[in-house]
């Protein structure tokens, strides 16, 4: 046995690669996840899937809540640029060390309940951040959003259903003050965009099955009012 080149040649070109660029750290949420509830990674990367194939072809979009911005490759595959915030320090210096040439993105400290984001985006999305945010103040959350849109824009936002919450970990309801039914967020997108499309989601399967049984929802919004 020869432990220095794999059995199959094909696979050698793993081992130069980490040679010569080494392993990839993972981001601090994902980490945690794969230590704690490594099953869980498949459905955050799911979401980013989704999202990914929506707005494929968008020239600049922008990631609310980037977090650790582990999964946000999966979306840059598929647009032309993206710019990912925060409102969270810790989270911002987390991706900007980890930033790989390939793989460029700008990404920079922001609160979204501060105002809108300048750049030009013609697209955005938001994964498990609407639920943190308390419904008194969601309008402008997402009235921010749309503000950082041109033209009709797009904007798909997901969280945990509030059906879901009776079967979460504690863990993962921390900070959960404003989870949707299918029929809140429907209200909520609809106030700010012409046409409203809802997706529900359980595991890694997106569906259009019926919302209260959903462990997730996503709320797509196409075409802002007054654009």
């Given at each position: 046995?020869?432990?220095?080149?794999?059995?199959?040649?094909?696979?050698?070109?793993?081992?130069?690669?980490?040679?010569?660029?080494?392993?990839?750290?993972?981001?601090?949420?994902?980490?945690?996840?794969?230590?704690?509830?490594?099953?869980?990674?498949?459905?955050?990367?799911?979401?980013?899937?989704?999202?990914?194939?929506?707005?494929?072809?968008?020239?600049?979009?922008?990631?609310?809540?980037?977090?650790?911005?582990?999964?946000?490759?999966?979306?840059?595959?598929?647009?032309?640029?993206?710019?990912?915030?925060?409102?969270?320090?810790v989270f911002v210096r987390d991706v900007n060390e980890r930033i790989d040439p390939k793989?460029?993105m700008e990404c920079r400290v922001h609160d979204m309940l501060s105002g809108p984001v300048?750049?030009?985006?013609?697209?955005?999305?938001?994964?498990?951040?609407?639920?943190?945010?308390?419904?008194?103040?969601?309008?402008?959350?997402?009235?921010?959003?749309?503000?950082?849109?041109?033209?009709?824009g797009v904007l798909i936002l997901g969280c945990p259903s509030l059906e879901s919450q009776?079967?979460?970990?504690?863990?993962?309801?921390?900070?959960?003050?404003?989870?949707?039914?299918?029929?809140?967020?429907?209200?909520?997108?609809?106030?700010?965009?012409?046409?409203?499309?809802?997706?529900?989601?359980?595991?890694?399967?997106?569906?259009?099955?019926?919302?209260?049984?959903?462990?997730?929802?996503?709320?797509?919004?196409?075409?802002?009012?007054?654009?």
């Open positions: 046995m020869n432990d220095e080149r794999t059995c199959e040649p094909q696979y050698q070109a793993h081992v130069e690669l980490k040679d010569a660029m080494g392993l990839k750290p993972l981001g601090l949420r994902v980490n945690a996840t794969w230590h704690e509830d490594p099953r869980r990674l498949v459905f955050v990367l799911a979401r980013y899937k989704f999202v990914s194939k929506m707005l494929s072809g968008r020239k600049r979009v922008l990631e609310v809540g980037c977090g650790d911005a582990f999964a946000t490759r999966i979306v840059q595959q598929e647009v032309g640029s993206l710019c990912g915030v925060d409102y969270d320090g793989w460029p300048e750049g030009g985006f013609d697209a955005a999305y938001a994964l498990d951040v609407i639920e943190h945010i308390p419904a008194e103040q969601e309008d402008l959350f997402v009235r921010n959003i749309v503000a950082s849109l041109e033209g009709l009776t079967y979460a970990s504690e863990g993962s309801k921390a900070g959960h003050v404003n989870c949707k039914t299918g029929q809140t967020m429907r209200e909520l997108m609809s106030r700010f965009f012409q046409e409203v499309f809802i997706f529900s989601m359980n595991d890694e399967v997106v569906h259009t099955g019926f919302a209260p049984m959903a462990h997730y929802l996503f709320g797509m919004g196409v075409g802002r009012r007054n654009a």
